[in-house]
C-alpha cells in the first residue's frame, strides 16, 4: 500500500502518493473537480476562468492507482496529442491546447457536461448498476430510443476512425461521456487508439475485459477492424443488454438488433463482419427493419 500526500487546489482535495508543484494550473482557472482515481497514470482537472470551463489532464505525478512510471505515463500523453488531431470529430472531445510543464504534460480540453457511464470512483461495483444516481443506472432507464441514439454517435465515430487507419484500444463505459440534460454522446480518454498495422505485444492489452475480444489476450495477434467490430458488439451488450450477461432475455431491443450485436462478438473472428463500417450498415438495417416491423404493427 503506497502512503499518500493532501494536496488542496483552490477548494478540492484530492491525494498523490509524494508531493508534486501544480503552480501551472493557476494561469488555466480555478480548480473546481479532481478526478485523481484512474490508474493511467494521468490525473484531470475541471477549471474555470471567465466563467468558461476546461476539462485539464495532466501526467507527471505519482497518482495512488498507477503502478507505472510517470515517465511512461507522460509520453503516452504525448503521443495522444497527435491522436485526437487525426481523429477529431463532432462526437469526440475537443483537444483546444497542449504543453510540456517543468514535471509533466498537459492537455486542455472544451468542457463537456456529460457523466462518464464507468464512474468507479463515485459508483464502484454494484452500486454502478443499482444506485439511482449512478450515471450508468440512469442511463439504462432511459427509453431504448435514447440509447440506440447514444449507440449511433460511437459508431459513427468507430467507422471515421477506421477510415483513418486506427484501431480502438482500451474503449469501455468509462470512455462514454452522456449528456443526460441533452441526451447527447461525446467520446473520451482514445489516449490508447493504434494506427494499423497494430500487434499485441503484451498478452493482456490494456482496457476492461467486458469489452475485449480474444485476441486482445493473445501474444502476437493481429489487432485489427475485426477486433473494432468485436468492441462495438461488446458495447451494444453493455448499453443494450445484460453486459457479460448476453442472452437475450436480457437484450433490451429487437430480435434483428440481437444478431447483429451477436454475430459482432463471435469468439472465432472470420464469423464477425469485416470491419465497423460492415457491421453499422446491419445495424441500421436490422434498424429499420424493427422500425417497419413496428408501423406495420400499429
Not at 454494484?126 to 435514447?146: D, G, V
Request: net charge negative.
Amino acid at each position: 500500500m503506497y502512503s499518500s500526500q493532501e494536496f488542496t487546489l483552490d477548494s478540492v482535495t484530492f491525494q498523490l502518493r509524494e508531493k508534486h508543484d501544480f503552480k501551472w494550473i493557476h494561469s488555466l482557472g480555478e480548480v473546481f473537480c479532481v478526478f485523481d482515481k484512474q490508474d493511467s497514470g494521468n490525473i484531470s482537472f475541471g477549471v474555470e476562468k471567465n466563467g468558461s470551463k476546461k476539462f485539464v489532464k495532466y501526467a507527471g505525478a505519482k497518482t495512488l492507482e498507477y503502478k507505472g512510471h510517470p515517465e511512461d505515463a507522460v509520453a503516452r500523453l504525448k503521443d495522444s496529442v497527435k491522436i485526437y488531431n487525426n481523429l477529431s470529430h463532432p462526437y469526440l472531445v475537443n483537444l483546444l491546447d497542449h504543453f510540456e510543464v517543468e514535471k509533466g504534460y498537459v492537455l486542455v480540453f472544451e468542457w463537456i457536461n456529460g457523466e462518464s457511464l464507468h464512474s468507479h470512483w463515485s459508483f464502484p461495483p454494484p452500486k454502478k448498476y443499482n444506485h439511482p444516481a449512478s450515471p450508468f443506472y440512469r442511463f439504462k432507464q432511459l427509453p431504448i430510443e435514447f440509447r440506440l441514439r447514444s449507440l449511433t454517435s460511437i459508431f459513427e465515430f468507430h467507422v471515421h476512425m477506421e477510415k483513418k487507419n486506427y484501431v480502438a484500444v482500451d474503449f469501455y463505459d468509462g470512455s462514454i461521456l452522456y449528456d443526460f440534460e441533452n441526451n447527447s454522446t461525446k467520446i473520451c480518454d482514445i489516449d490508447l487508439y493504434m494506427e494499423k498495422p497494430f500487434f499485441n505485444k503484451m498478452g493482456r492489452l490494456w482496457g476492461s475485459s467486458r469489452f475485449m475480444s480474444p485476441e486482445e489476450f493473445t501474444l502476437g495477434a493481429p489487432i485489427d477492424e475485426k477486433t473494432n467490430v468485436f468492441n462495438m458488439g461488446a458495447t451494444a451488450f453493455c448499453l443494450l443488454g445484460g453486459e457479460l450477461e448476453r442472452s437475450y432475455l436480457k437484450w433490451d431491443a429487437s430480435a434483428e438488433l440481437y444478431k447483429v450485436a451477436t454475430r459482432a462478438i463471435e469468439e472465432d473472428r472470420s464469423k464477425r463482419y469485416a470491419n465497423v463500417e460492415e457491421f453499422y450498415f446491419a445495424w441500421n438495417s436490422a434498424l429499420k427493419d424493427t422500425l417497419t416491423m413496428n408501423i406495420e404493427i400499429l
